[in-house]
């Protein structure tokens, strides 16, 4: 008996140890599909006004009218990938990478920029981001306020309508959990938008 709670305790602490995402985590329990959550994301990314990703960061991820905002095809020019250690980080471990870019985004875009900066570096050490390593020409440790998320008006409109969509399709979920839910759902649809290229191929 002595010798099977050694291999399990040897086993236990052999797993990797990958960062929390609460959000992500939170979403999974909830039993939506990919399909639905592509979706959702499709119609929250898509939706028209000012300060939403649409807007932001233009049709496709590209040519939107918000000066500076990351095109979404080329996550590797990204502030988050070259943060979180860029290539060499990747390379090194690529689930524990992506797992990290997961929890950055998903609360960002959960809480936009604001509540981003003040909160997440802090809060969450166990990430290590690297400022010095972003070759974006602002290297501060900061997102930009315009980075709005889910907080601007249009946004926190169409996420309502969603929620009230799915409670007629009979999944209600709080005020939490939609807001939740729409955060993992813009970004796995954000995720769709990598091109594949030299600057990109980061999610396909």
Not at 88 to 96: L, S
Request: contains cysteine.
């Amino acid at each position: 008996m002595r010798w099977l709670l050694v291999v399990a305790c040897v086993s236990l602490f052999a797993l990797p140890a990958y960062a929390a995402d609460p959000i992500g985590e939170a979403v999974e329990k909830l039993g939506l599909s990919k399909e639905q959550l592509l979706k959702l994301g499709d119609a929250i990314y898509n939706t028209e006004g000012e300060n939403t990703c649409l807007k932001c960061h233009g049709k496709g991820g590209k040519d939107g009218d918000q000066a500076g905002a990351a095109d979404l095809r080329h996550p590797r020019t990204w502030r988050a990938f070259q943060a979180l250690g860029g290539d060499a980080a990747f390379k090194a471990d690529k689930a524990k990478f992506l797992k990290d870019m997961d929890a950055i985004m998903h609360d960002l875009i959960r809480n936009g920029a604001t509540q981003w900066n003040l909160k997440f570096p802090k809060e969450r050490k166990e990430i290590t981001l690297d400022w010095a390593k972003v070759t974006i020409p602002d290297k501060a440790d900061k997102y930009n306020q315009m980075m709005k998320g889910l907080t601007s008006d249009p946004m926190a409109k169409k996420v309502k309508e969603l929620q009230e969509q799915l409670e007629k399709d009979g999944k209600k979920l709080t005020p939490q959990q939609i807001r939740d839910v729409a955060a993992v759902a813009d970004f796995l649809y954000v995720k769709t938008l990598d091109d594949g290229s030299d600057q990109g191929g980061v999610f396909k």
